[in-house]
């Protein structure tokens, strides 16, 4: 299973941008929750959101009501929309799902 996540890039502050994870060898992307965490510099790796099976998502506190993940399973994708960018947002961002990591994508909010 590979996990391709990509739609990182420099922006300013109050922008937009999509992540994108694109799944591949794997049967059914329906059996698993889908998660994105990301990584800030010289900090552990937090979570940031969660997708469940039937859709639920979860987000931490910092990103409510900013940030939407969402699910393609047909075309075996999760999303992440960031909204309202804060520098603080800034960090590598991974998606995971399952047991399986995908490679971070670099996002830079500048002030």
């Known amino acids: 299973v590979q996990l391709q996540a990509s739609g990182g890039g420099l922006v300013q502050a109050g922008r937009s941008l999509r992540l994108s994870c694109i799944v591949s060898?794997?049967?059914?992307?329906?059996?698993?929750?889908m998660h994105w965490y990301r990584q800030q510099a010289d900090k552990e790796r937090e979570w940031v959101a969660s997708?469940?099976?039937?859709?639920?998502?979860t987000y931490v506190d910092a990103v409510k009501g900013r940030f939407t993940i969402s699910r393609d399973n047909a075309k075996k994708v999760a999303y992440l929309q960031m909204n309202s960018l804060r520098p603080e947002d800034t960090a590598v961002y991974f998606c995971?799902?399952?047991?399986?990591w995908g490679r971070g994508t670099l996002v830079t909010v500048s002030s």
């Open positions: 060898g794997i049967n059914r992307l329906s059996g698993y929750g």
């Open positions: 997708i469940a099976i039937e859709g639920t998502a």
């Open positions: 995971k799902v399952g047991p399986w």
